[in-house]
């Protein structure tokens, strides 16, 4: 007697499920942190003549890149905690953002621009 199997089994009911935005960022950090560790051993596997500074100076941008999506992560999180209407505000973004007129928008995405270019400068002054 053979059995017709039309379903492939899985362990658990949810892992055939699409993945979604949160575990593809997570597996972005994953992804990221493991290239930055390993950034060293594959820039030398790559080019056998790379020296320290060059593996070093190469490493920085993958760690800029993981602190950048750590810090935005980090801060939709607290945003989420701290003030519960911003996930439904962020839910609906594109219809809050059409309600307002043309000359409102204006000034808010310069305000976040310029917001953003301050808070980059401060950030420079505070390393250098």
């Given at each position: 007697m053979?059995?017709?199997?039309?379903?492939?089994?899985w362990l658990i009911e949810d892992i055939a499920m699409e993945l979604s935005a949160?575990?593809?960022?997570?597996?972005?950090?994953?992804?990221?942190?493991?290239?930055?560790?390993?950034?060293?051993?594959?820039?030398?596997i790559i080019d056998p003549t790379a020296a320290v500074l060059d593996i070093g100076i190469l490493s920085v941008l993958l760690l800029g890149l993981l602190g950048g999506i750590a810090a935005v992560?980090?801060?939709l999180w607290l945003q989420e905690i701290l003030w519960k209407p911003f996930k439904l505000f962020r839910r609906n973004l594109?219809?809050?953002?059409?309600?307002?007129?043309?000359?409102?928008?204006?000034?808010?995405?310069?305000?976040?621009?310029?917001?953003?270019?301050?808070?980059?400068?401060?950030?420079?002054?505070?390393?250098?």
């Open positions: 053979k059995a017709l199997q039309t379903k492939t089994p949160k575990h593809k960022m997570g597996l972005a950090l994953l992804i990221l942190l493991a290239l930055f560790l390993f950034a060293g051993t594959i820039f030398q992560c980090c801060s594109f219809y809050h953002i059409d309600q307002l007129t043309s000359w409102q928008q204006c000034i808010l995405y310069f305000s976040v621009f310029f917001l953003l270019l301050y808070a980059a400068i401060w950030m420079l002054s505070i390393i250098l």
